[in-house]
Nanobody, 128 residues
């Protein structure tokens, strides 16, 4: 059974930092893109960041650029999201996702429909 399990969420004050982790099991994702999305209360889920299978290319939503860093460790089948200078508007459930093609594609994937595997999410709350 393939699972993506997020961890590292919590409550933090504005200006603080958190590091989210997403550990995959049941299948290796070393040939897939992985990404982070988030859903705030009452809003649609939105793209946050993505990283190619090799880790050489990353892409961020405008809201995350300069503050968040996505990285991966293929040996651990894990992807990370380092979040700095957090703002109250970053409050959301953060989801990890992985594509399912295993094709080592260089393309950037930022659409939900491009991802075949999803985690259950981890809550991030930023207080003002």
């Amino acid at each position: 059974q393939v699972q993506l399990v997020e961890s590292g969420g919590g409550l933090v004050q504005a200006g603080g930092s958190l590091r989210l982790s997403c550990a995959a099991s049941g299948r290796t994702f070393s040939s897939d893109a992985m990404g982070w999305f988030r859903q705030a209360p009452g809003k649609e889920r939105e793209f946050v960041a993505t990283i190619t299978w090799s880790g050489t290319r990353t892409y961020y939503a405008t809201s995350a650029k300069g503050r968040f860093t996505i990285s991966r460790d293929n040996a651990k089948n894990t992807v990370y999201l380092e979040m700095n200078s957090l703002k109250p508007e970053d409050t959301a459930v953060y989801y990890c996702a992985a594509t399912s093609t295993a094709r080592r594609e260089p393309a950037i994937r930022y659409r939900e429909a491009e991802y075949g595997y999803w985690g259950q999410g981890t809550q991030v709350t930023v207080s003002s």
